[in-house]
């Protein structure tokens, strides 16, 4: 075969394979997302202490304190998701729905700004279809879609931001509506700020230094307004929460390992993420060579560098990977577009890396078939709870929630922090695990395995808990996503 004519078949399998892969994730992914509104199969303890929040703020109480009547506080998330969440739930019925639904819509909304990106840079249908697949392919996203956090109302908020700057001219009226956007991400999630800055910096390389001031001083200033703001409504708690929670109880040592941990928690849970990110570096420094003034790669750069960062604290899950395979798949589809020399083997990585991504997306449907459902589960451990004025203890704090009651304790993670940090705090919940002062413990892992046992010393409650549970409490039973231990003295007295 000729030189001329050997590249025409794979010229026309690579848009036959991206179309047929986005008709298949598409329609996987709803049937998922269908599925989960009726079973929240992924609401863990991450989406309980989001949705505790918004159970707080919706009885009036706006970051409770590390230590007070309410129980143990304690979080480093910013308040915009968990407030719209308490909001809507009194539409929608419930904060489970009202979380999955807000942050399902910040997916949607993410993957609309990002078509709407590709078309002002001129990228072709077809690939800008190949983009917002690529988006939904990882498990990065589908969590995204399928749990209740806010990083992606944090993600659509910053994209639509980039939208509104992007181009040649951006009237006044644009400026400020983009740094109000910005503020918002920022509100909801406080390591947010690369859209901003990409555009300022972009701007600052252009010359058009006008421009990137107003939305520099915009922006800041949105941001101290949002800060005094949560000063003011926490009634001036919410920065000493912050300085005892942000570290998340990492060591200098640990921080420098930040790429290393990325590269990790990638590889053990979303390594198609991997298929996107590694060929957007490449692609994307040979773009950004040769235009040193376009937004995408400094916004390319800026998110994988805040994100690096993000890594180099302890407890950190992928779903802050979220923004970084939208930014390499903008990227990478962008270089693609504008590099003839690259546009078939970039075709061609896309569409394998959606081929690929199309397996464990259903395996994750299959799953989904035969989840454990969270609503159902929670359902029957409150049926079977002993009836007692005692606090429950839940490490999901979601499953008090539903009992209508104010968890006791907001995020078990947190709490080994500050246990660790601040042993004074602690001590009326060692008192309470002492003296069976809990009507029952409501774990979601079993604490007898060598992984339960990990688990909870080096990541939740922490300290004496698991000597502690084993003298003073007793399992008395577990269902599909639960195991709930009840005093000792409760079960003597049954037995009796």
């Known amino acids: 075969m000729s030189p001329d004519v050997s590249p025409k078949p794979a010229l026309r399998l690579y848009p036959a394979l991206i179309v047929l892969t986005s008709l298949a994730m598409t329609a996987i992914l709803l049937v998922r997302l269908a599925l989960n509104f009726r079973y929240q199969y992924f609401l863990t303890h991450v989406e309980g202490v989001w949705l505790a929040c918004a159970y707080d703020f919706t009885h009036g109480v ?23 969440t308490s909001v809507l739930s009194k539409f929608l019925g419930s904060l489970e729905t009202a979380g999955i639904a807000l942050s399902a819509a910040g997916v949607v909304l993410a993957l609309v700004a990002v078509h709407i990106l590709l078309r ?10 190949a983009a917002v697949t690529s988006i939904l392919a990882v498990a990065t996203t589908q969590q995204a879609l399928l ?7 944090a993600a659509a908020l910053n994209l639509w931001g980039v939208v509104l700057c992007f181009g040649s001219k951006t009237r006044r009226l644009a400026i400020f509506f983009a740094a109000l956007l910005f503020t918002l991400a920022f509100a909801t999630k406080l390591t947010t700020v690369f859209g901003v800055a990409a555009v300022v910096l972009a701007w600052f390389f252009a010359r058009r230094y006008k421009e990137a001031l107003q939305l520099a001083v915009a922006t800041a200033a949105g941001c101290i307004l949002v800060l005094a703001f949560m000063y003011l409504a926490s009634g001036g708690r919410v920065f000493a929460i912050f300085r005892a929670c942000a570290g998340g109880g990492g060591s200098l040592f640990y921080t420098l390992q930040a790429p290393l941990h990325l590269l990790s928690k990638a590889l053990d849970v979303d390594p198609v993420l991997l298929l996107f990110l590694v060929p957007a570096a490449v692609f994307g420094l040979q773009y950004f060579r040769e235009n040193k003034f376009d937004v995408l790669p400094t916004y390319f750069a800026l998110v994988l560098l805040v994100t690096t960062v993000i890594f180099g604290s302890p407890g950190i899950g992928i779903n802050h990977l979220f923004d970084i395979q939208i930014a390499s798949v903008i990227v990478l589809v962008v270089a693609i577009s504008r590099a003839p020399a690259f546009a078939e083997i970039g075709s061609g ?27 159902g589960d929670t359902a029957e451990v409150l049926r079977r709870l002993p009836t007692d004025s005692r606090p429950v203890l839940a490490e999901n704090p979601l499953i008090v929630v539903n009992a209508d009651k104010t968890p006791y304790l907001l995020d078990p993670f947190m709490f080994r922090i500050l246990a660790m940090k601040h042993p004074e705090l602690a001590g009326n919940f060692w008192e309470k695990m002492k003296h069976q002062g809990f009507a029952a413990v409501v774990l979601e892992r079993d604490p007898t395995t060598a992984e339960g046992k990990s688990w909870y010393t080096d990541t939740h409650f922490g300290g004496e808990f698991l000597r502690d549970l084993d003298e003073h409490y007793t399992l008395n039973f577990a269902t599909s996503k639960s195991f709930v231990y009840v005093p000792k003295s409760a079960m003597d007295a049954k037995d009796r």
């Not at 990228?123 to 279809?129: G, W």
């Not at 749990?147 to 109302?153: F, I, P, T």
């Open 120 to 129: 002002r840079a001129n990228v072709s249908v077809l690939l800008n279809a």
């Open 349 to 375: 990585l896309l569409a394998f890396a959606l081929v690929v991504a199309i397996v464990p997306a259903s395996q994750g449907l299959h799953s989904d078939l035969t989840r454990p459902s969270f609503r």
């Open 62 to 84: 706006f970051y409770r304190p590390l230590f007070s009547s309410l129980g143990f506080g304690g979080t480093r998330y910013f308040p915009l998701y968990f407030v719209l």
């Open 147 to 153: 749990g209740a956090k806010g990083d992606s109302l």
